[in-house]
């Protein structure tokens, strides 16, 4: 199912209903760059706070076009000439672009672009047009409470007295002697021209104090009224609502990020780090400073993480057989073993009725790569000892008593000896190596 801001509400609403259903999900970015410099790109001879801080520099430099992510659902067959069962697929391809309003007032946020992933993007035949135009908005979760509690506290006049500078005594005192005269006046609305932010912000400030008064922004002026208590009251509330309706538009994609977090679902990926740390930083917090924090963060974001890439690396008997773990080159060769062993009869994976597009999808688009990776997973595990996934259970203090163990919260990151981060938690209950 292919995504935009147009299609948005709709699929929302099938993303909630599904994942709390599925039995794990799979994840895939397209991003417009990975690191800035070649000292910059991590290397086997970083240190583990090295590697976390280059990774970091890339993922806050460089901004991402499209997440895919894929629900795999185990259907129990009611054939019993159709085996035991297969995996339902329902994949997302979300194009996703920062908000750039909120309720009409501009949001200016920055991210490089680098000429050769570009490149890349539009030798997949990405739409960079569809991107922008119809990119789904996206506001991270700490700058969404941030400003509603800012815009709030400016509403409701719940915030520190503003410091009038030198250059603005004058305008405050013209100010009140024109209120004075207004509430003597008959009239019900006085305009008042502002140059700028901070003399709304004033005008906002100094009508406050009077309970009969309330003030509204109209493109470069403001519109003072009178009214009673109750009236000028519920007009503030009304406004804080409004406010808060329109974070909330603006938040777009991160709230499938927090759907998704919330769900507590195993997270499988191919070479996952960029991809979590990503999905963490751009849809939900800034990235924490040190390496150990960020460990510690993601048990609580998403607790159970599965790369196809490091199960692929740390299998001798896999790598051997394959030769290779890049997903567009293995994934084809297991689908194929898959239908050989089947007869192409019974095949493991199919797709929902309502997302047969992603068959007909191409690499490099992050729905069907989610898929991809999803599907690979499956089938790795089935070469493995054919483990029946759904048992993987969505709540994270179980996982580590599977036959999986070995696999979870283990990224694949070659870093001198080790194949591996771990985003477990250590025997000491700290965070892990």
Request: glycine residues 6%; charged residues 30%; neutral net charge.
């Amino acid at each position: 199912m292919d995504v935009t801001k147009q299609t948005f509400q709709r699929a929302q609403r099938e993303f909630r209903d599904s994942i709390s259903q599925c039995d794990f999900v799979a994840m895939d970015m397209e991003m417009t760059g990975l690191y800035e410099t070649k000292q910059l790109t991590p290397n086997r001879q970083d240190t583990k706070d090295e590697r976390y801080a280059k990774l970091k520099r890339g993922v806050e430099a460089y901004g991402v076009a499209q997440v895919g992510i894929c629900l795999f659902t185990w259907v129990e067959s009611k054939d019993p000439n159709d085996g035991c069962g297969y995996y339902e697929a329902k994949s997302f391809n979300f194009n996703v672009f920062p908000a750039t309003s909120i309720g009409g007032v501009p949001v200016d946020d920055s991210f490089m672009c680098k000429n050769t992933a570009l490149d890349f993007l539009s030798r997949s035949s990405f739409d960079f047009n569809k991107w922008i135009y119809h990119g789904i908005p996206y506001l991270r979760t700490d700058d969404a409470d941030r400003m509603k509690a800012e815009r709030t506290s400016l509403l409701t006049n719940k915030r520190p007295p503003i410091e009038i500078d030198e250059r603005h005594e004058t305008f405050v005192k013209d100010l009140e002697r024109a209120l004075a005269v207004f509430l003597k006046s008959r009239d019900k609305v006085m305009k008042y021209d502002t140059a700028n932010s901070y003399q709304r912000k004033i005008i906002y400030e100094v009508v406050s104090k009077h309970a009969t008064l309330g003030a509204r922004s109209r493109m470069g002026e403001m519109e003072i009224f009178k009214g009673s208590k109750k009236a000028v009251a519920h007009h503030n509330s009304e406004k804080v609502r409004k406010l808060v309706s329109n974070i909330e538009e603006a938040r777009g994609f991160s709230t499938i990020i927090e759907a998704l977090s919330s769900a507590r679902k195993p997270v499988i990926g191919h070479n996952m780090p960029l991809d979590v740390m990503h999905a963490y930083s751009k849809f939900f917090r800034k990235l924490p400073e040190s390496r150990v924090e960020f460990e510690h963060e993601m048990q609580r974001f998403l607790p159970v993480l599965i790369d196809t890439k490091y199960i692929i690396e740390s299998t001798p008997a896999i790598k051997a057989k394959y030769g290779t773990s890049s997903l567009e080159e293995i994934a084809p060769m297991l689908e194929r073993e898959s239908m050989k062993i089947s007869d192409g009869s019974r095949e493991l994976i199919r797709h929902h009725a309502k997302f047969t597009r992603e068959a007909a999808s191409t690499m490099h688009e992050a729905g069907y790569d989610a898929y991809t990776t999803g599907a690979t997973f499956i089938r790795l595990l089935k070469l493995e000892g054919g483990l029946n996934l759904s048992s993987i259970s969505s709540s994270c203090e179980s996982s580590s008593e599977l036959v999986l163990y070995r696999y979870i919260n283990k990224l694949y990151q070659a870093l001198g000896t080790e194949l591996y981060w771990h985003f477990g938690a250590s025997e000491n209950g700290r965070s892990g190596s």
